[in-house]
């Protein structure tokens, strides 16, 4: 049994910043944890006035992105991201997708990025031929097996718009080109985050003993719930080897799995969610769900569970660009006509120059499995990266988790990432 002595001096470190805890509740969010480490694209994070690390309008000649799935590959970080705005007089099709690597361990170091580029000295867009890839269709997830990178991107359906497709992609060359393999869904699995799971580890999985992948998806953008399939690792490129989570048995508590996704029961509702990434936490022994809510000024959300299925908890509130430093944080807020008249204090200028007026938005949670961390029993904090719209890019954050519960339960599931050791 843990130590209460211990658990009870840790909650009292985080008492002011978080809610009892209820018996479903287990793992608490200190709020005063939550914070921007840094802005990990564009030239210039204009709310701290200094250049970004990366540097990307010199080095990789675009000025703007947002997402950033992450997974390992051949011991390497893959951070895929979404609609890429090239610098001034550089050729790229329109909205297209950019690919990087990094060897960061450690968060607190920010996210050193080494982004794939093509000879003209510009990021080398993600290309998966056949494929429409423009604004809104996107990278949302990946992972690798056998040396071989799989990527699952959003993309159109003819008369029902450009995010109504998840199509499943493979790269035998380290990212420099891709392949379309099948086309996932276009109904509960649109948007989809992958996690790799070890043979043995996940007990009521459809094939326990096997080596796995599980999907965690959502249908429509931002007015979905979340729902689970699973695949064997064996058979990922094999679309008749996916099975559906279609709800749990109510006398044996077991989930249930058909091979039909018409089939699928969500995990819980809440029909808001948009972009979003699932992980497991090795150090809490607890499932986790980051995503986006709502709109506009959409908050960021995590839920945690000890099965992927779970039952999962209710949402705590990881960032709300409205209560960051009362709505004048790193999130873009225009100046309201009665502050412009010289009535009250006004926010600082963080948008892009071209859209001041703009109302900036927070989206798009992406978990950095590898950058995870535990600094007391019980504890971990998360690094993920997050999407502002206004400026249009990606700051890394961070945020420490706690949890309350008296008996640990569950074996390790993954292997520490989205890449089974």
């Known amino acids: ?96 997708d950019s690919i990087a690597f990094s060897d960061t361990r450690h968060g607190e170091d920010c996210l050193q990025l080494e982004f794939v580029r093509d000879q003209d000295g510009g990021f080398r867009p993600i290309t998966i031929p056949g494929i429409y890839a423009g604004a809104f269709a996107v990278p949302s997830g990946g992972f690798s097996l056998n040396g071989r990178m799989y990527l699952l991107a959003t993309s159109d359906v003819p008369g029902r718009g450009p995010s109504n497709r998840s199509v499943f992609a493979r790269s035998d060359d380290d990212g420099w080109t891709f392949r379309r393999l099948f086309d996932l869904s276009q109904e509960r699995f649109v948007h989809v985050s992958p996690v790799l799971v070890k043979g043995g580890a996940v007990k009521d999985a459809p094939d326990p003993a096997a080596p796995g992948v599980f999907y965690f998806g959502t249908s429509e953008f931002r007015r979905s719930s979340p729902f689970l399939a699973w695949t064997p690792q064996a058979a990922v490129e094999d679309p008749q080897a996916l099975r559906y989570f279609a709800g ?3 006398a044996t508590g077991a989930p249930r799995w058909s091979e039909n996704e018409a089939d699928s029961a969500p995990l819980f509702e809440q029909p808001c969610m948009g972009e979003f990434s699932a992980g497991w936490n090795a150090h809490l022994s607890k499932w986790l769900l980051l995503y986006t809510c709502g709109g506009p000024r959409a908050r960021t959300e995590i839920r945690t569970a000890e099965s992927p299925w779970g039952p999962w908890s209710s949402p705590q509130a990881l960032f709300d660009p409205n209560l960051d430093r009362e709505g004048c944080g790193f999130v873009n807020r225009p100046t309201p006509p009665i502050i412009a008249a010289g009535i009250g204090p006004a926010c600082p200028i963080v948008s892009d120059p071209h859209t001041p007026g703009v109302l900036g938005e927070s989206y798009g949670p992406y978990l950095i499995d590898r950058l995870t961390r535990s600094d ?46």
């Open 1 to 96: 049994m843990r130590s209460k002595v211990l658990t009870s001096a840790l909650l009292c470190v985080v008492a002011t910043a978080l809610p009892a805890p209820s018996a479903a509740d287990t793992v608490l969010l200190d709020q005063r944890s939550v914070g921007k480490v840094c802005q990990v694209v564009g030239e210039f994070d204009r709310e701290r006035a200094a250049p970004t690390l990366n540097q990307t309008e010199t080095r990789a000649r675009f000025w703007g992105t947002d997402l950033g799935a992450s997974f390992e590959h051949e011991g390497r970080l893959v951070v895929a991201f979404g609609d890429t705005h090239p610098s001034h007089g550089m050729i790229r099709p329109r909205d297209a």
């Open 376 to 421: 007391y029993p019980f504890t971990s904090t998360i690094y993920f990266l997050m999407s502002t719209w206004n400026p249009y890019t990606v700051v890394l954050m961070r945020a420490t988790l706690v949890q309350v519960d008296e008996t640990p339960t569950g074996a390790l599931p993954a292997a520490g990432g989205s890449q089974a050791r």
């Open 248 to 250: 749990v048995d109510p």
